[in-house]
């Protein structure tokens, strides 16, 4: 089984040795919680250090389970207790109901509870309170430790002990680690004692625990003011920088305030353009004040730029071994591996040179407030999606909607860069010319406000006017996710209206890859909700027989699989097997190859049957693309903490994108032959357009 960790841990660089274990030099001795499967060496670990000798027990389903007993004595061992489908109590993976299961059993993410976030300074900091070390030896020596102490003395958990069932153990523990790294609690993986230990690295996911860099400096005197509002408020004094017109040269750590002001930052003869992101029409309290980074002061009807984003409460190392910032900002040889951290504390940007041989300077770009350029030049693209839409943002009337839909099972019948098949129809496959630059949309899943994001960003309408960039949305734009709103197609309407009216604009740039919930089909049910039938029923009483007739055609005449130069998209994933092109083409005659584009998912524990590395492979290969191309996809967000997911699977070039998140869609847009993931945060947009005249 795969695992899930492979190719994304790194070293801790800056490590202290405490009794003779090499430990992350931010980490607080009395932060340390330690757990793993059973037989990786926990309890010798905890004794080698001196920490608590007794074992604990985490039911991560309880209600803060952050205060449980277990966790006041520390450094201590900890078993966790996880939910599992089709169990209501708590497991771990030694007890009977899980080793005597037939099937690997699934992980119930939701059941889990994290810490929220800390708001207010009256309120603990559940998530920086501990610190967990996954201690996850390879499979084959957790099973050699456990045949050796068998001799030791009896030990209940191994019982039946088999190879096979520390696979198993190791897989769900390296999957729960992963997955309470992505909720934001501090996690780092070791593999033995001897070996240094780990931190979670994601491509595309560039933030670094604080904890895993530097130490802070010494306690200021308390004859200083500075040691007095340490003393009672725990901060470190840094020093605030006001940015100028000449630059200045950064040589400590500094802090630079959130005053809606871009200026940038220069990194020996790299320029690097930081802005604040303030969303348009959000209230004051509910704003992330997080920043930009980029190099281009505008964007263009050419080409579509790519960004990064500093979240509030991010640390991110930019110079040369940040990987994904060179291959997007093109570093020079005057960047250091290592040359700056910077983290958003709250708005404000600590900036904190890491290598003084390499020159760090700043200057301010100009004195206008980010925040008023940012809605006078957003309003133009607002207008236009007006323009195009013709109307405020609403449901269309039902002849509108009935003109609308015939116009573009029209356009399907006849679609640009794509090949007919063997009687005459639209095939299953399009194939874009290079030229065009793809922004890549996953499930949206009736989320208006956020094809609206979408659309008013990165100039995307006027490329689509001037031939330049394609919108490929990779299905499942309807039916509502939100738990209460699954019975409610108003939003799947009028989403459905907006792509058809795109279509009918831009009917060579914009395109609609079929999903498995683009159908009436019984079988499309969320949550014990029949969406699809509903759907259908929805329409039939605000539109009538003769639209839902005309819904039908328009599924039957949707592609299923797209490609051009350097990526290949489907919803779902690849088809098991040998598939040829000539098959793709004359998909309504392979019926089970179309189910797969639409359904299948990626083989997990608990899904032995999902596609694999040698699927992608194959697929392509049979479409004679190389190994390197990106496989795109949608269908199987991997947890509820993000919307991409580079790598999926360990599967190089594989990723995977959802566009329905509540807090704002992402999209993969190709910058510089290089396809970037693209996170927007949510704007109330239909309220506005329909504020505008």
Same mark, same amino acid.
């Given at each position: 089984?795969?695992?899930?960790?492979?190719?994304?841990?790194?070293?801790?660089?800056?490590?202290?040795?405490?009794?003779?274990?090499?430990?992350?030099?931010?980490?607080?001795?009395?932060?340390?919680?330690?757990t793993?499967?059973?037989?990786?060496?926990?309890?010798?670990?905890?004794?080698?250090?001196?920490?608590?000798?007794?074992?604990?027990?985490?039911? $991560?389903?309880?209600?803060?389970?952050?205060?449980?007993?277990?966790?006041?004595?520390r450094?201590? &061992?900890?078993?966790?207790?996880?939910?599992?489908?089709?169990?209501?109590?708590? @497991?771990?993976?030694?007890?009977?109901?899980?080793?005597?299961s037939?099937?690997?059993?699934?992980?119930?993410?939701?059941?889990i509870?994290?810490? +929220?976030?800390?708001?207010?300074?009256?309120?603990?900091?559940?998530r920086?309170?501990?610190?967990?070390?996954?201690?996850?030896?390879?499979?084959?020596?957790?099973?050699r430790?456990?045949?050796?102490?068998?001799?030791?003395?009896?030990?209940?958990?191994?019982?039946?002990?088999?190879?096979?069932?520390?696979?198993q153990?190791?897989?769900?523990?390296?999957?729960?680690?992963?997955?309470?790294?992505?909720?934001?609690?501090?996690?780092?993986?070791r593999?033995?004692?001897?070996?240094?230990?780990?931190?979670?690295?994601?491509?595309?996911?560039?933030?670094?625990?604080?904890?895993?860099l530097?130490?802070?400096?010494?306690?200021?005197?308390?004859?200083?003011?500075?040691?007095?509002?340490?003393?009672?408020?725990?901060?470190?004094?840094?020093?605030?920088?006001?940015?100028?017109?000449?630059?200045?040269?950064?040589?400590?750590?500094?802090?630079?305030?959130?005053?809606?002001?871009?200026?940038?930052?220069?990194?020996?003869?790299?320029? @690097?353009?930081?802005?604040?992101?303030?969303?348009?029409?959000?209230?004051?309290?509910?704003?992330?004040?997080?920043?930009?980074?980029?190099?281009?002061?505008g964007?263009?009807?050419?080409?579509?730029?790519?960004?990064?984003?500093?979240?509030?409460?991010? !640390?991110?190392?930019?110079?040369?071994?940040?990987?994904?910032?060179?291959?997007?900002?093109?570093?020079?040889?005057?960047?250091?591996?290592?040359?700056?951290?910077?983290?958003?504390?709250?708005?404000?940007?600590?900036?904190?040179?890491l290598?003084?041989?390499?020159?760090?300077? *700043?200057?301010?770009?100009?004195?206008?407030?980010?925040?008023?350029?940012?809605?006078r030049?957003?309003?133009?693209?607002?207008?236009?999606?007006?323009?195009?839409?013709?109307?405020?943002?609403?449901?269309?009337?039902?002849?509108?909607?009935?003109?609308?839909?015939r116009?573009?099972?029209?356009?399907?019948?006849?679609?640009?860069?794509?090949?007919?098949?063997?009687?005459?129809?639209?095939?299953?496959?399009?194939?874009?010319?290079?030229?065009?630059?793809?922004?890549?949309?996953?499930d949206?899943?009736?989320?208006?406000?956020?094809?609206?994001?979408?659309?008013?960003?990165?100039? @995307?309408?006027?490329?689509?006017?001037?031939? !330049? +960039?394609?919108?490929?949305? @990779?299905?499942?734009?309807?039916?509502? &996710?939100?738990?209460?709103?699954? &019975?409610?197609?108003?939003?799947?309407?009028?989403?459905?209206?907006? *792509?058809f009216?795109?279509?009918?604009?831009?009917?060579?740039?914009?395109?609609?890859?079929?999903?498995?919930?683009?159908?009436?089909?019984?079988?499309?049910?969320?949550?014990?909700?029949?969406?699809?039938?509903?759907?259908?029923?929805?329409?039939?009483?605000?539109?009538?027989?003769?639209?839902?007739?005309?819904?039908?055609?328009?599924?039957?005449?949707?592609?299923? *699989?797209?490609?051009?130069?350097g990526?290949?998209?489907?919803?779902?994933?690849?088809?098991?097997?040998?598939?040829?092109?000539?098959?793709?083409?004359?998909?309504?005659?392979?019926?089970?190859?179309?189910?797969?584009?639409?359904?299948?998912? $990626?083989?997990?524990?608990?899904?032995?049957?999902?596609?694999?590395?040698?699927?992608?492979?194959?697929?392509?290969?049979?479409?004679?693309?190389?190994?390197?191309?990106?496989?795109?996809?949608?269908?199987?967000?991997?947890?509820?903490?993000?919307?991409?997911?580079?790598?999926?699977?360990?599967?190089?070039?594989?990723?995977?994108?959802?566009? +329905?998140?509540?807090?704002?869609?992402?999209?993969?847009?190709r910058?510089?032959?290089?396809?970037?993931?693209?996170?927007?945060?949510?704007?109330?947009?239909?309220?506005?357009?329909?504020?505008?005249?």
């Amino acid at each position: 089984m795969a695992d899930p960790l492979k190719k994304i841990l790194e070293p801790i660089q800056e490590l202290q040795n405490i009794r003779g274990i090499e430990l992350p030099i931010g980490l607080e001795f009395l932060q340390l919680v330690v757990t793993g499967p059973p037989g990786a060496g926990k309890s010798y670990y905890i004794e080698q250090i001196r920490g608590w000798p007794n074992e604990g027990y985490l039911d $991560m389903t309880q209600k803060k389970w952050w205060k449980n007993q277990s966790l006041i004595y520390r450094p201590r &061992e900890v078993h966790l207790g996880l939910p599992f489908r089709g169990h209501t109590d708590a @497991l771990t993976v030694f007890d009977k109901e899980w080793l005597n299961s037939d099937t690997p059993l699934e992980i119930e993410y939701p059941r889990i509870r994290i810490p +929220a976030v800390k708001t207010h300074s009256l309120q603990t900091n559940w998530r920086n309170r501990y610190i967990f070390e996954f201690l996850i030896p390879p499979p084959s020596t957790i099973y050699r430790q456990r045949l050796d102490r068998q001799s030791q003395g009896y030990f209940p958990v191994d019982e039946n002990l088999s190879l096979e069932m520390v696979k198993q153990q190791v897989a769900v523990y390296r999957e729960i680690a992963l997955y309470l790294h992505r909720a934001g609690l501090n996690i780092y993986i070791r593999k033995s004692l001897d070996k240094p230990p780990m931190r979670i690295a994601e491509r595309g996911v560039v933030n670094v625990p604080r904890w895993t860099l530097n130490k802070n400096p010494g306690r200021p005197s308390l004859k200083t003011f500075a040691g007095w509002k340490w003393l009672f408020r725990r901060h470190y004094p840094i020093k605030w920088i006001n940015i100028t017109h000449e630059p200045q040269s950064i040589t400590t750590t500094g802090r630079i305030a959130h005053d809606g002001k871009s200026f940038e930052l220069l990194l020996g003869d790299t320029k @690097l353009r930081l802005q604040p992101e303030i969303p348009i029409g959000s209230k004051k309290h509910d704003t992330n004040k997080d920043w930009i980074i980029n190099t281009e002061r505008g964007c263009s009807t050419r080409t579509i730029n790519g960004f990064v984003r500093i979240r509030v409460g991010e !640390t991110v190392v930019i110079g040369g071994a940040n990987k994904e910032y060179d291959e997007l900002f093109n570093f020079s040889p005057s960047v250091a591996k290592r040359h700056v951290s910077v983290t958003n504390r709250k708005g404000d940007l600590i900036l904190t040179p890491l290598e003084t041989e390499y020159s760090t300077k *700043i200057v301010r770009l100009d004195d206008l407030d980010y925040r008023e350029r940012l809605e006078r030049g957003r309003l133009t693209s607002l207008r236009t999606i007006l323009r195009i839409y013709g109307q405020s943002i609403t449901p269309l009337p039902p002849a509108k909607a009935l003109e609308s839909i015939r116009d573009v099972n029209d356009i399907l019948r006849d679609e640009s860069y794509r090949e007919k098949d063997k009687k005459g129809r639209p095939g299953g496959l399009v194939e874009l010319p290079a030229k065009l630059t793809p922004v890549i949309v996953g499930d949206l899943h009736a989320q208006v406000n956020n094809l609206l994001k979408i659309l008013s960003e990165s100039c @995307l309408l006027d490329c689509l006017r001037m031939n !330049t +960039a394609s919108l490929i949305i @990779l299905g499942d734009a309807v039916h509502s &996710e939100i738990v209460h709103e699954m &019975e409610k197609f108003e939003s799947s309407m009028l989403i459905m209206d907006l *792509i058809f009216q795109l279509k009918r604009t831009f009917p060579a740039n914009v395109f609609y890859i079929r999903g498995n919930h683009d159908t009436f089909s019984p079988e499309i049910n969320k949550n014990g909700v029949p969406q699809g039938t509903l759907f259908e029923e929805t329409l039939l009483q605000h539109r009538g027989a003769e639209y839902v007739h005309e819904m039908n055609t328009f599924y039957d005449l949707l592609p299923y *699989i797209i490609c051009s130069d350097g990526y290949i998209a489907c919803h779902a994933g690849p088809p098991r097997g040998t598939i040829k092109k000539e098959a793709l083409i004359n998909i309504k005659t392979n019926k089970n190859i179309a189910k797969q584009l639409i359904t299948i998912r $990626m083989q997990r524990p608990h899904y032995p049957s999902g596609y694999t590395k040698g699927d992608v492979k194959k697929l392509r290969k049979n479409l004679g693309f190389p190994q390197k191309t990106r496989f795109i996809v949608g269908h199987t967000p991997m947890d509820p903490f993000g919307s991409f997911w580079l790598h999926a699977g360990t599967i190089k070039n594989h990723h995977i994108i959802y566009s +329905a998140h509540i807090e704002g869609p992402s999209v993969f847009i190709r910058s510089n032959n290089r396809f970037l993931p693209i996170s927007y945060p949510i704007e109330p947009l239909i309220d506005i357009l329909n504020d505008l005249k």
